[in-house]
């Protein structure tokens, strides 16, 4: 499988052509995913749009190595999850794609990240192994030329410190944080932190009580004196981010795409405004699946600009950047 024209896509019909042939490979190579279609009793080579191609519920990333045949995980990747829920797991066969997936992505919604401090507030994920956000953060922060970019662990009087200046100077300065983390460091310290953007994501992970998205951002706002307060959107089972700049609407990169489907219907995928659960088309998952069903509810904007609107019920709660709503 040819990787070379992911982060290169154009327009709608390049996108549409390499999600087809993607989809013929692994429809036949990626064994999981092959059952799937088998068990749907459906001929992948019927299938002509990629609004009808199958998608894979996430919840198989649980019980299944998910990953092409004849390939070796070069990284697997491994969500947050309750006492007693089994996490899912990403075997990554080419972690360079993850690289290359979410520094052509951050590029693009956020300019050369040598030009940014980048700090992160990522409690919750440093404490344990395999992590795929601690992954990116670290990339990131070694790709910002800040001698002050790097982790701050429950040092918020370090770190506030380190904004006031940061502001002071005019630096250009991204604060990426887990969400339980940027409410305690709000509720702390009332600080005017304007100029600062700050990216919020993972929800509270049992640490507080879950927050509307929109309430979590008007009261760091408040106490912040912030008018940018952006949220990451993205998953251990997929290899690229959305991102929202503002309003809750998160937009994708060229290479990944949003399908709103019928949380009845697995298989209609509704029109422009209609709420429905999430299925997300992530060309970077070459070697493992692209077209995933997830767990979260939402909808999809005029723009092209989607919302998540929360959690289908009964969906195992864990680490995948979204609040309840």
Request: proline share 4%.
């Amino acid at each position: 499988m040819d990787t070379g024209k992911i982060f290169n896509i154009r327009n709608e019909s390049e996108f549409h052509s390499l999600a087809m042939d993607t989809f013929r490979y692994q429809s036949q190579n990626v064994p999981t995913y092959k059952s799937f279609i088998s068990h749907l009793k459906l001929d992948p080579h019927k299938i002509n749009n990629y609004h009808k191609i199958p998608f894979l519920p996430v919840e198989l990333f649980k019980s299944h190595e998910i990953i092409v045949l004849n390939k070796k995980a070069e990284i697997v990747f491994e969500s947050s999850s309750t006492t007693g829920i089994n996490p899912s797991k990403h075997f990554v066969a080419d972690k360079s794609l993850y690289e290359k997936s979410f520094r052509a992505g951050f590029q693009k919604f956020y300019g050369d990240p040598s030009k940014l401090c980048i700090l992160a507030l990522l409690p919750s994920y440093l404490e344990r192994s395999g992590s795929s956000l601690i992954f990116m953060a670290e990339k990131l922060i070694g790709l910002s030329s800040h001698p002050d970019s790097g982790f701050y662990l429950n040092e918020y009087d370090k770190l506030i410190a380190l904004l006031r200046k940061l502001k002071k100077n005019g630096q250009p300065t991204l604060l990426l944080g887990v969400s339980f983390a940027l409410l305690e460091l709000a509720e702390k310290f009332e600080e005017d932190l304007e100029g600062i953007t700050i990216m919020e994501t993972g929800g509270m992970k049992g640490k507080r009580t879950e927050m509307v998205r929109e309430d979590l951002h008007a009261f760091l706002r408040k106490r912040l004196n912030t008018a940018n307060i952006h949220s990451e959107y993205g998953m251990t089972e997929l290899l690229s981010q959305a991102y929202s700049k503002g309003e809750g609407i998160f937009n994708t990169p060229p290479w990944m795409r949003i399908l709103i489907r019928d949380s009845y219907d697995p298989f209609q995928i509704l029109e422009l405004g209609y709420t429905g659960s999430i299925n997300v088309i992530d060309l970077a998952n070459t070697y493992s699946c692209s077209f995933i069903a997830t767990s979260d509810l939402g909808r999809i904007q005029k723009d092209g600009g989607f919302e998540v609107l929360g959690r289908i019920d009964n969906s195992d709660i864990r680490g995948c950047n979204l609040m309840i709503g």
